[in-house]
């Protein structure tokens, strides 16, 4: 039984995602204590119990301690379980739980499953602090896709904090043998700009603002700017404004949540400087998706490579729970993170 520290680095969600998920992969019981006691509102939230349970689910787990706001968990994972699944963060508590987290909890785990495997995930689609749907399906899985993952996503319903109300579907097929690994080092040139400005229940002039905030802002780079407007109705209000870039080797994606009272021109403002922050530098991997790649890299046959704009606190505590779950060394040099994957089997 390994036991994993819930409050070491950042101490947040991210461990106990990590942990569940390399447990069920490797059949590892453990127990983590101090669950996200670094954060406001310590010990499992909505979407983390919603994470933690369908974890349990697709791998015919054991749990002790799954409980809202537990600080403390046992798990005990079985045989990775394929098929068709449906989960929803409200069933239990009310809430905007982040479906983009759930769907990272349980996307490793099921392309290591024997079949392919129909998920149905309902709460927030934009959440403060979590990667937004439309980043998981515009930046994050086409860039899984170089290792040899096969995975579509589709927002069926737009859903925002507080109420949420949002669903998503995703088709996840095994893999053919083991992930590939991953080498990110060389961007290569721009070739394409994308907006997306997203509103549930609000005015549609709101995401026509920001697609032209975006372009004006832009316009010096002298590339068209393809920008597309997603309106919906719904009890849960909200907008989410993405501005995804394509180089020649790397996707790198950058969103922003509008708010009452504030503008929509600072909504894009928000996404656009990040870009242009990143745009300056020289580096392949932002910041947010260097994290999100890093299992996958612990579990891929041979060498990943990447060159990340940050050495967040977010990367490193990741880097140690992996490390005490997989026989690999991450190496950190500059802005350079590799790693010797294990060559994980699917199918086994």
Sequence with gaps: MIEIDGSIGEGGGQILRTALTLAALTKTPLTIDKIRLGRKKPGLQPQHLTGVRAAAEVCRGKLSGAELFSDHLTFEPGDIKSGFFEFDAAKVSPSAGSVGMILEQ?????????????????????????????????????????????????????????????????????????LSPLGLTSRGILKSLNCLAAVNGLPASIAERENRQAQKRLADLKLEVKCEAKTSSGPSSGNLFLLWAEYENCLAGFSALGELGKPAERVADEAVDEFLKFNAGETAVEKHLADQLMIYAALAKGKSTLKVQEITKHLETNRLVIEQLLPVKFEIAGDLVSVEGIGLEAGK
């Design 106 to 178: 349980l996307l490793p785990i099921l392309i290591f499953g024997k079949e392919t495997s129909y998920i149905t995930i309902k709460g927030g689609t934009g959440v403060p602090w979590s990667p937004p749907a439309e980043f998981i399906e515009k930046v994050f899985l086409p860039t899984l896709s170089k290792m040899g993952v096969k995975a579509s996503l589709e927002i069926q319903k737009l859903g925002f904090y507080p109420i949420g109300g949002g669903s998503i579907k995703s088709t996840l097929t095994p893999l053919a043998s083991h």
